[in-house]
């Protein structure tokens, strides 16, 4: 069977048999520990807890109560039914007016109506993945490459690279300034893009960031736009977590940016990246959402989008709900008060076994710093430790090397996909290892401290025989001739 499967790999594509999907990702890894050994309360009390998916459950009771009162929003309920025919038969890849005017009333609501989004700029895709590779596509040739700065989220290097052949180019960043990107470390990334023959055509950022929990100030966001503006590249703009944003007056967009300063830059070079994964907790659903300030992006990727379009049966439902104000404004602030009290909780109880994080206030996940616990500063150290968390702690965190984080000790820890009951084992479980750690650390000096003790009772007893050896010999100064006649 091995031998067959290799013969009809040579009759397949590069694409096809390369592991261009990451899979072999420790940040994949830690998905297949967790299913085959998935943690349930009841039955199977002693399994892996997933804590390396970033979704949003959180909220879902306010969905389903919004669905029992608005049956008619689902062509495949009675109440619905009448919109059967049409909804089915409609394949127009624009997408349906309602839905993209519901997706840019919803887009601009999450971002305080601070600006405003024009539903004919609104391109549909198969969720932020396909979004990704669309621009991909659309801005890049094989071969060129996107500035990104680390950690980045592992799945770009699947989303952007793998059947486009573009390049992604990591701009490090450290934790001596939390992780900031500088413009030092733009043009380190681009000038040894330019030594390794890689044409750099755009910047790619995360705001919120995933794996961080942060997002860009505003002055950070208009350096960022002057440096792609300098080099005449593209900037992508992931915002898929803008809606996590525990105080959503913080949060700027890349979009205000532009309405504010209107010159800072060619608006052409300016896209962002949108779904309903996060921010609704809809990742199923696979609504990915392209915004392009260039009308041939706008134009091209629209017909991309033909391969990766969002059934009709979801547009109109998700127009039906997201039409509503009043719905979208409660559940952002409700979910946002959720995520802050779920995020509090879990960083407050493992501080108190000395467990920090990066200090952040965004995203469904937090960045946890265990670097002490390494016995070596190496990611071959991080690693081992990784391994530890999985097979006894039995929980799955996503390790930094998998985000391309260059300092190694640090963990991506989600906390949105599991109910509370969930979250307190999983916060016993740690802090059992810690106190466990702590306690082998305490026998363990305690330990060298007696072998130091008795080795240096040793010594003494040693060096006092050796005095009376000394005393007693024919040959010391004590039984010496003169000593005797003195006496």
Not at 56 to 68: I, P, R, S, T
Not at 115 to 132: E, L
Not at 229 to 248: R, S
Not at 428 to 437: G, M
Request: glycine share 6%; aromatic share 10%.
């Amino acid at each position: 069977m091995e031998v067959g499967l290799n013969n009809t790999h040579k009759f397949l594509s590069k694409i096809a048999t390369n592991d261009g999907h990451g899979e072999n990702s420790p940040y994949f890894d830690g998905w297949k520990a967790y299913d085959t050994n998935p943690y349930h309360p009841e039955t199977n009390p002693s399994g892996v807890i997933q804590m390396g998916l970033a979704e949003n459950q959180l909220c879902f009771d306010l969905v389903h109560e919004w669905l029992l009162n608005h049956p008619e929003a689902s062509v495949c309920t009675p109440q619905g039914g009448f919109d059967f025919k049409e909804i089915a038969l409609f394949q127009d890849y624009h997408g349906l007016p309602e839905f993209r005017a519901a997706i840019a009333n919803f887009m601009s609501r999450v971002r305080g109506s601070r600006v405003k989004f024009d539903p004919n700029r609104i391109v549909m895709s198969g969720g932020a993945t396909g979004a990704h590779e669309t621009l991909a596509f659309c801005l890049a040739n094989r071969g060129e490459g996107f500035l990104v700065p680390t950690p980045y989220y592992p799945g770009f290097d699947r989303d952007l690279k793998w059947r486009t052949g573009v390049e992604l180019i990591p701009v490090v960043c450290e934790s001596s300034n939390n992780f900031k990107v500088t413009i030092e470390a733009l043009e380190d990334a681009y000038e040894k893009a330019k030594e390794s023959n890689i044409k750099v055509k755009g910047l790619l950022i995360t705001n919120p960031s995933n794996p961080l929990g942060t997002f860009f100030d505003k002055e950070t966001l208009k350096t960022l736009v002057r440096f792609i503006n300098e080099k005449n590249i593209h900037l992508v703009c992931d915002e898929i977590y803008a809606g996590t944003v525990t105080n959503g007056s913080e949060f700027v967009s890349i979009a205000e940016i532009l309405e504010e300063v209107p010159t800072i830059c060619d608006h052409s070079l300016i896209h962002i990246v949108y779904s309903l994964s996060k921010d609704m907790g809809f990742p199923g659903f696979r609504v990915g959402i392209i915004y392009s300030y260039n009308d041939t992006v706008v134009n091209i990727s629209r017909k991309m989008s033909s391969f990766g379009l969002v059934s009709t049966q979801t547009q109109h439902m998700i127009a039906s709900m997201l039409s509503q104000n009043d719905f979208v404004d409660n559940f952002i602030q409700e979910s946002r008060t959720r995520l802050a009290h779920r995020h509090d909780m879990f960083t407050r109880e493992l501080a108190e076994v000395g467990i920090g994080s990066l200090e952040s206030n965004a995203g469904l996940f937090f960045w946890m710093d265990l670097r002490r616990f390494l016995k070596e500063p190496t990611f071959e150290s991080e690693m081992t430790f990784w391994r530890i968390i999985i097979n006894e702690i039995k929980l799955n965190v996503s390790p930094g090397s998998s985000f391309h984080c260059n300092e190694p000790g640090w963990f991506r820890v989600c906390f949105a996909n599991m109910d509370d009951a969930t979250v307190m084992v999983a916060i016993e479980r740690i802090k059992s290892f810690v106190l466990e750690t702590r306690m082998l650390e305490i026998k363990t000096k305690a330990l060298a401290k007696a072998k130091k003790q008795c080795w240096q009772n040793n010594l003494t007893l040693k060096l006092s025989s050796r005095r009376l050896e000394d005393i007693m010999s024919p040959h010391s100064p004590l039984n010496s001739p003169m000593l005797r006649a003195q006496n």
